[in-house]
């Protein structure tokens, strides 16, 4: 039997009814899916999708006492098919069981196939937890037979939560004179990860010395600086590395850029998961000012699944460097942003008459589609139409970055548009 003293914080005050778990109350609160999942005592098969330390592996250990099933963990890191088929063949003689896999998005296409009959027979009721969309990670089919909930990074005050009740509960913390003078530290070092937030917290009381222990933020700067590990692809500098990878090629500096990814490399991510950043960046703090950055990224994506480590870490190199060098405009990004908080302001406003599609008669009596223009019946391609509803006419939502290849599209829409949107 472990000692309790080597046994993480996390985990000794790990909760085990669904009234002790803290956060995700759009899943766990009075009357929400999966309170009632447990009040009703029947279960179905999930994929819990979210960051790390926001319950995932929790809620299934507590779905399993709640339901008292026979209760079986893989972790797709090192298990596989033969480990999958000897749970399945448990699980037939025992009548079911409740199968938990972490990080199913790390199982190959065979791994998830030979969950599928098992799944669909009810032989077992499976949960999956995945930090990365299941959509790309995980088989239509398998996805199929599983509800995904979505897991929210926890708020500050769920945070403070998990550490006072963790004072409260833990035998050994109750022996502690702990006093948390100042949060922030503490907060912004875990990330929104709960698992992360009570081992650091652990590590900043165990390195203090005895008597009453007053944390501050500089105490849990100076004491993170000195312990932490350099990388911890499960969690503990996963996001603070991809995060500083990210912002390298933001600032457009090569040399920094390349430098992370080689930490990542040499930490053993995944590199789908890295190519999956990169692709968000192309179009983010790229866009337009070089549409060519997106196809070297989706393609990089493609390269990564096809070749893997360790060649290709060389297509991640040419990528992550190219990303970096180039010219950098966020235009789309903002553009999106604005649109969705003016359709959050404005409503579902009416798709104008003359731009509706018209494939009944009744419609064309109606006048939909009447009076529309066709673009290439027109010098330049172009007539001035209106295609805004009436309500929000005139809004400029895209503004060009200053860049070379954007101020062309500016320049293209100031012959335009200048009039209406005052490019």
């Not at 603070?240 to 930490?263: C, E, H, Q, T």
Request: proline share 4%; charged share 20%; aromatic share 8%.
């Amino acid at each position: 039997m472990t000692p309790l003293s080597q046994i993480p914080l996390a985990e000794r005050v790990r909760p085990q009814r669904l009234e002790e778990f803290i956060g995700q109350e759009h899943l766990v609160g009075e009357g929400k899916v999966l309170e009632q999942m447990l009040r009703n005592h029947k279960a179905h098969s999930i994929i819990f999708w979210g960051p790390p330390g926001v319950g995932k592996t929790t809620l299934a250990q507590i779905i399993a006492n709640a339901l008292d099933m026979p209760f079986f963990t893989l972790s797709a890191i090192d298990s596989g098919v033969k480990e999958v088929r000897a749970v399945i063949e448990t699980a037939r003689k025992s009548g079911h069981a409740l199968l938990f896999i972490d990080e199913i998005h790390r199982f190959n296409k065979a791994q998830q196939d030979s969950l599928l009959g098992a799944v669909e027979k009810g032989i077992i009721t499976l949960i999956g937890a995945t930090t990365e969309n299941p959509s790309f990670e995980v088989i239509s089919a398998l996805l199929s037979r599983c509800q995904v909930y979505v897991l929210k990074a926890l708020e500050e005050d769920d945070l403070k939560k998990m550490v006072t009740h963790a004072m409260q509960q833990d035998v050994w913390l109750q022996n502690q004179a702990v006093t948390v003078q100042e949060w922030e530290a503490l907060l912004q070092l875990s990330g929104g990860d709960g698992r992360r937030l009570l081992n650091l917290f652990e590590l900043v009381v165990t390195s203090l010395p005895d008597g009453e222990k007053k944390i501050s933020n500089a105490i849990v700067q100076d004491i993170v600086q000195r312990k932490m590990a350099l990388y911890d692809k499960t969690g503990e500098q996963h996001y603070d590395i991809i995060s500083a990878f990210i912002k390298s090629m933001r600032g457009s500096d090569p040399n920094a850029a390349v430098y992370w990814l080689a930490r990542m490399i040499e930490g053993g991510e995944d590199p789908k998961f890295i190519a999956r950043r990169m692709v968000i960046l192309a179009s983010e703090d790229i866009g337009n000012a070089n549409p060519n950055a997106l196809l070297l990224a989706t393609t990089t994506f493609q390269a990564v699944q096809m070749i893997g480590y360790p060649e290709c870490r060389i297509v991640l190199s040419q990528c992550a460097t190219y990303l970096a060098s180039s010219a950098k405009s966020n235009a789309a990004y903002m553009a999106i942003n604005k649109a969705e908080a003016l359709v959050r302001k404005t409503g579902d406003l009416p798709v104008p008459l003359t731009i509706r599609n018209a494939p009944t008669n009744l419609m064309k009596n109606l006048d939909y589609g009447k009076g529309y223009q066709y673009a290439h019946d027109h010098p330049g391609n172009f007539i001035p139409h209106e295609f805004m509803p009436d309500q929000v006419k005139g809004t400029k939502l895209y503004d060009p970055g200053n860049n070379a290849g954007e101020n062309r599209l500016r320049e293209y829409l100031k012959s335009n548009w200048k009039d209406k949107y005052g490019y």
